[in-house]
């Protein structure tokens, strides 16, 4: 039973650290109010679990070990493909309004999301159905490896996050320093970007796209309703901006 246990617990773990990492994902990405979507990914994920075990109990059937080492390779398995799925097919919430394939690209990320759930789910209900009498311990273990997902994420956080007021110095930098160039790229100096103090890096290769960036100034215009004349010469430097059209 210990190392059921030891399973579990590893799954639990992963299970809430995916979970506090897809919040604050969402968060960056979408918007806040998109972070509470997480909530509901993961109640997706678990009741279609219960859901698939009702309709086919003889998944339970078999040595538990074994069956648990398969959704532990699984659930790995699918937080990979997730990760993938979303980054290689992006939604984009912004453009739901008048862009119609942004809905199912959300009900794409919806599914992919929730499968890691579900194989979660399946493991902790796989020990409970077949050990009914140590209920207790199961649920305990499933809980003190939430925590640890929990504190793990809190541990991480000082290594590969920072304050808000730190997170912010790259937008003051950009928008008040004097050696501040149209289409320079300010990004914190720490470990893989994630921390530290603004400094001029490399941009992605998709944010040099003249095609998106053109796309991107349409929509502003149309938005907005105000228009700018702005040089189709590459021999411009990028993005820069004449007067407003009167």
Do not use: C
């Not at 109990?57 to 538990?64: N, Q, W």
């Not at 209900?125 to 929990?150: D, E, Q, T, W």
């Not at 501040?180 to 720490?190: A, E, K, S």
């Not at 796209?209 to 100034?217: G, K, P, Q, T, Y």
């Amino acid at each position: 039973m210990k190392r059921l246990y030891l399973g579990l617990g590893g799954v639990a773990l992963a299970t809430l650290a995916f979970e506090t990492l897809l919040t604050r994902v969402f968060s960056l990405a979408q918007g806040y109010h998109f972070a509470f979507m997480v909530v509901s990914i993961a109640l997706l994920g678990y009741g279609a679990s219960g859901t698939l075990l009702a309709l086919w109990p003889t998944l339970l059937r078999g040595d538990p070990g074994r069956r648990l080492s398969r959704l532990a390779m699984a659930f790995t398995t699918s937080l990979v493909g997730a990760h993938l799925f979303v980054n290689l097919v992006p939604f984009d919430s912004y453009s739901i309004a008048w862009d119609r394939r942004q809905a199912f690209l959300l009900a794409g990320h919806y599914l992919a999301l929730a499968v890691p759930f579900l194989l979660s789910g399946l493991a902790v209900a796989l020990l409970l159905a077949r050990y009914p009498h140590r209920a207790f311990r199961i649920y305990g273990v499933n809980m003190a490896g939430s925590a640890l997902g929990k504190r793990l994420m809190t541990f991480g956080n000082r290594f590969f996050a920072q304050s808000a007021a730190m997170g912010a110095l790259p937008e003051v930098y950009a928008a008040t320093a004097p050696d501040v160039r149209g289409g320079d790229y300010i990004g914190p100096d720490g470990p893989l970007g994630q921390s530290g103090f603004p400094k001029k890096i490399a941009s992605s290769r998709r944010s040099r796209d003249h095609a998106v960036a053109a796309r991107l100034w349409q929509v502003s215009e149309a938005l907005t309703g105000i228009e700018y004349s702005v040089p189709h010469s590459f021999n411009a430097k990028p993005f820069d901006v004449l007067p407003i059209k009167r």
